[in-house]
């Protein structure tokens, strides 16, 4: 236990048979509960687990049958702690430590804290706070592209004072897990912008935490022409879902009446002005009332998007 509260841990693997082991026996002593789950790995990953749980009855092994991706198997660990009826697999907190070893066992209290005190209902971990000389060990094309990931994260998730949301060392209250759509996670790499869409939608207290990033020899195994589409159609979707669930259906508010009229005033603009500039070429020459049937239905669109952005910053769980 941590300061009286019961830790459970969710470690997910795929072909980790090199890091797997030390990911699971470093795992700090007062943690109660640790779900070690091979996604279907091609390699000796599920034997190494098992060797370890032989050793340490906190240990539980589950496989996937094939590899169900990140996300998936993720699911299915917060599953298993939810569903089962063992006394032993009850949990206040559920942590995430992937089986690569690229997450500090020896970081995992400064998430707990943030629980455990109360003041949060989900603690993550940043490496861009504190930390710059490990960050410079970051690969250029993963520094880019979290950056950029981040930036439209903020927006589908509405939690404006996190960064690094591709981090997937986190931990959540079991309670507030038991509220989230489960069903709608991504179920590969795009799993830690979900996780925050959903989050942010049962109105999750979210922090981020300073931690430094660590790499090793682990291969990565995402793949960017199968991520890049994937995780843009889940952040088109599900900021639309976030903004329907948190300024519709719960308590209609100004955010969703802005943002609905801004989008059509804008869109209207934007597709009324490449009318008339198709029409006027040539001779022709556009009216002044042409002109500002396009211009002022664009400048008010997007003057009621910046208030809907700034009233969503405004609304971010506290």
Known sequence: ?????????????????????????????????????????????????????????????????????????????????????????????????????????????????????????????NRFIGHHQALKKMPKYRLIGNIVMTLLTKLASGYWSVFDTQNGYYAIHTEVLRQIDLSRIGRGYEVENSFLIEANIVEARLTDVPMPAVYGDETSTLRLRHFIPRVLRLITVGFFRRIWHRYVVTNFSPVALFLFTGLFLTLWGVAFGIWALV??????????????????????????????LILDILNEPK
């Open 279 to 308: 029409q006027t070429i040539g001779p022709d020459v556009a009216t002044t009332g042409t002109v500002m049937l396009s211009v002022a239905p664009f400048l008010m669109g997007f003057q009621l998007l910046l208030a809907a």
């Open 1 to 125: 236990m941590y300061r009286e509260h019961r830790i459970a841990v969710v470690v997910p693997a795929f072909n980790e048979e090199l890091m797997v082991q030390r990911t699971l026996t470093t795992m700090p002593d007062f943690v109660d509960r640790i779900i070690a789950i091979d996604d279907g790995s091609s390699d000796a990953t599920y034997s190494k687990i098992e060797e370890v749980a032989a050793g340490d009855s906190r240990v539980v092994c589950l496989r996937n049958p094939d590899n169900q991706g990140l996300g998936a198997t993720l699911v299915h660990g917060y599953r298993f702690l939810l569903d089962s009826e063992d006394k032993q697999d009850e949990a206040d907190v559920v942590a995430i430590m992937a089986g690569d070893g690229q997450m500090d066992p020896d970081n995992l209290h400064l998430l707990l804290d943030q629980i455990v005190d109360g003041s949060h209902d989900v603690a993550k971990g």
